[in-house]
């Protein structure tokens, strides 16, 4: 399976930078799908009311996808994958 990866920078509430990748399948090409996968994800951090938009958020590559990211995509329909920032 081929996945395309979102590269993501969002600005915490405490002002740092949140640095990570949203990865989904290719198949997925409205942006907007894709800033709600980020949003959901950004909740879970307890960073709901943070921006996410074309700006912060854009479609960086297309690769294989890793057996690591399987599970959630094939629950959640994509896959998070935390850099910087995002504890």
């Known amino acids: ?3 395309a990866v979102w590269d993501t920078y969002v600005t915490k509430k405490d002002g740092s930078i949140m640095h990570f990748d949203i ?3 290719i198949e997925i090409r409205d942006a907007s799908i894709i800033h709600n996968f980020g949003k ?3 909740k879970s951090k ?10 912060e958020c854009r ?7 890793k057996p690591q990211w399987e599970l959630d995509i094939k629950q959640k329909g994509y896959y998070i994958y935390e850099m910087e920032n995002c504890k």
Do not use: D, S
């Open 59 to 65: 479609f960086c590559h297309i690769e294989n996808i």
């Open 40 to 42: 959901e994800y950004l």
């Open 46 to 55: 307890n960073q709901e009311k943070q921006a996410i938009t074309a700006n």
């Open 1 to 3: 399976m081929r996945v």
């Open 23 to 25: 990865i989904a399948p």
